[in-house]
């Protein structure tokens, strides 16, 4: 075996019994992103599709599409390491300051607008969209922003639903209290 510097690369050979061999390349997970091999190569992708707007989410996609893997050998980038790879290269993508409701279907809210309008917090609304509560939509542009629909009684049925798990998560924190199992 021949580990080729503190990258993810190891040459390997195999001597077999009957005389002959076997090489090859293994990729093995590493510590650090910046001693993968093709650090270099997606730095300046991340650098290129930062530069050209894309969303984090949309970068780690296209890496990965690519070929490229991460340093733990996973075939998926988070959006925290595209971020990692922006901030060390002081790239950010361009965020629209004035968001035109002209991409917007009837009833449809940009996420910002829609917890305002309903006054609960932007996690919220997130995992509702994660999790295919409510109806959303991603748009087909480098940022990959989402639009949720509500008309007013989906914004009503959203409020009442935050008002119901905010219930259910304290009675799920007092019924499930150590001090509650201590005493059964």
């Not at 993810?8 to 001693?35: A, C, F, M, Y």
């Not at 991340?46 to 050209?52: H, K, M, R």
């Not at 990692?84 to 009837?106: D, F, K, Y």
């Not at 607008?113 to 309903?118: K, N, Q, S, W």
Request: glycine fraction near 8%.
């Amino acid at each position: 075996m021949d580990v080729q510097g503190s990258s993810e690369r190891v040459q390997v050979r195999i001597e077999w019994v009957g005389g002959g061999s076997s090489e090859g390349v293994v990729i093995r997970p590493i510590g650090k992103l910046s001693d993968l091999s093709t650090y270099p190569q997606i730095y300046q992708r991340v650098q290129e599709l930062t530069e050209a707007g894309w969303a984090a989410t949309a970068i780690a996609q296209a890496l990965s599409d690519e070929g490229y893997y991460s340093a733990r050998g996973a075939a998926r980038f988070g959006t925290q390491t595209i971020r990692q790879i922006q901030r060390q290269a002081g790239v950010r993508a361009p965020r629209p300051h004035n968001r035109s409701r002209q991409e917007l279907l009837p009833d449809e809210w940009w996420p910002a607008e829609l917890v305002r309008i309903l006054g609960i917090p932007r996690g919220s609304l997130h995992h509702w969209i994660r999790q295919g509560l409510v109806r959303a939509r991603q748009l087909d542009e480098p940022l990959h922003r989402w639009v949720v629909w509500a008309d007013e009684a989906e914004q009503e049925r959203l409020r009442q639903y935050h008002q119901q798990t905010i219930g259910d998560d304290l009675r799920h924190r007092w019924t499930k209290a150590p001090l509650a199992q201590q005493n059964e």
